[in-house]
């Protein structure tokens, strides 16, 4: 997986405080950043201590230096804001809530540096996180908390050009598709929610269906 340049990030696991409590496989460290490890932190609290739950290094696999240290990077895991079953929000806590951010950290670098392979992307967090805890990398943070506009500044330091974002006058985004209950009549009532997501104001539209080998076109302007 790596080897296709794919990023690969693994929640810590949730056997903490004692130290040697890395998960399998984010135990594993035959490089800097495989496997790429993720403690949990109190990101609700101003001095972001880590939270009691996240598994500790040092792994039992050995090595040196920082080989030995896990987990890689820390981010926010106590009372995260999710998405629950039955369409609704609460709070949630784990290392499993921390991994994401670095996922999606890695979404954004990639979206900029496309040309990168993830372990570049891994490597650019994980050299450039804000240190929290005693001094340098530790059992309990790694190398702290990922810091990803460090992170960009980093691979531009390093040589890379990001990708400027693509802007198009026209981009429209089906959000939604919402009709009522169908049972005998006749008529079938369907609503569509769009987002504009282009630069050009949204004046028109030619919109097609299809209802089972009926298709047909709606032309919208306003």
């Known amino acids: 997986v790596y080897a296709a340049g794919i990023a690969v990030v693994f ?3 949730n056997e903490g405080p004692d130290p040697l409590t890395i998960g399998d496989p984010p135990m594993e460290n035959w490089d800097t950043v495989r496997m790429f490890s993720v403690g949990a932190i109190n990101g609700n609290s101003p001095n972001l201590p880590v939270a009691d739950f996240s598994s500790r290094g040092p792994t039992v696999c050995g090595g040196e230096g920082s080989l030995l240290i896990k987990p890689e990077v820390a981010a926010p895991g106590v009372a995260v804001r999710s ?3 039955g369409g609704e929000y ?8 921390a991994a994401p951010h670095v996922s999606g950290a890695l979404l954004l670098l990639k979206e900029a540096f496309p040309n990168l392979p993830g372990e570049a992307l891994m490597l650019a967090l994980y050299y450039t996180c804000t240190d929290l805890g005693q001094p340098g990398e530790d059992n309990n943070y790694g190398m702290g908390i990922i810091n990803l506009p460090a992170a960009y500044e980093y691979l531009i330091q390093k040589g890379h050009t990001p990708t400027p ?3 198009s006058v026209n981009d429209v985004a089906l959000l939604r598709i919402e009709r009522a209950d169908y049972y005998c009549s006749n008529t079938l009532s369907t609503r569509i929610l769009i987002e504009n997501n282009g630069i050009g104001t949204l004046s028109s539209l030619e919109i097609a269906y299809q209802i089972d080998e009926q298709s047909n076109m709606f032309n919208w302007e306003g």
């Open 90 to 97: 609460g709070t949630l806590g784990g290392t499993s809530m």
């Open 165 to 167: 974002p693509l802007l």
């Open 83 to 85: 998405a629950l079953s």
């Open 11 to 13: 929640s810590a696991s």
